[in-house]
């Protein structure tokens, strides 16, 4: 396998056959904001469909992971919002916040990683990772150090068509 992401060329040799997901082990990790989209919800349970934020960490352990997480913005989940953005210091304690999302791309913060089991369509179980908990700037967490750094990523160009 490479250890860079790159293009291929229609005629290049592939190798790399995939292999079993392998989630992080579950524990407090720094993360980076990677991309935010926006998105509408179905509507589950009480909550209506409404609008979304398809938010895309790189989460930062042995190896680095994305996740995605859905921001439903709604008002019953504006606690989870406000802790979302605590975390990556764009909200203050104690003061209200327009929400700036594409402000929070390249962003870092600390967050909990559980992982979570699920039954594949072919039956058989599969695990993934989820975020169970975005912490305040302020809050002391020991994260999983990752082996290298990582480097900092750049925003994007340009906002796409449905991206902030």
Not at 75 to 92: A, R, V
Request: some cysteine.
């Amino acid at each position: 396998m490479s250890d860079f992401e790159r293009e291929l060329g229609w005629d290049d040799q592939i190798a790399d056959e995939g292999g079993e997901y392998e989630p992080l082990p579950e524990g407090d990790y720094k993360f980076t904001v990677k991309s935010v989209e926006r998105a509408r919800s179905k509507g589950e349970g009480k909550l209506p469909a409404c609008n979304m934020a398809k938010v895309t960490l790189t989460v930062h352990g042995d190896r680095d992971r994305e996740i995605t997480v859905n921001l439903v913005l709604h008002s019953t989940l504006e606690w989870k919002l406000s802790q979302f953005f605590l975390s990556i210091g764009m909200k203050k304690h104690g003061e209200p916040l327009h929400m700036n999302w594409p402000g929070a791309v390249a962003k870092t913060g600390n967050c909990h990683v559980t992982v979570r089991t699920f039954r594949k369509k072919d039956g058989g179980e599969g695990k993934s990772n989820d975020i169970s908990k975005f912490y305040a700037y302020d809050e002391v967490v020991n994260t999983v150090q990752p082996t290298a750094q990582p480097a900092a990523q750049p925003a994007s160009g340009g906002w796409e068509a449905g991206r902030f």
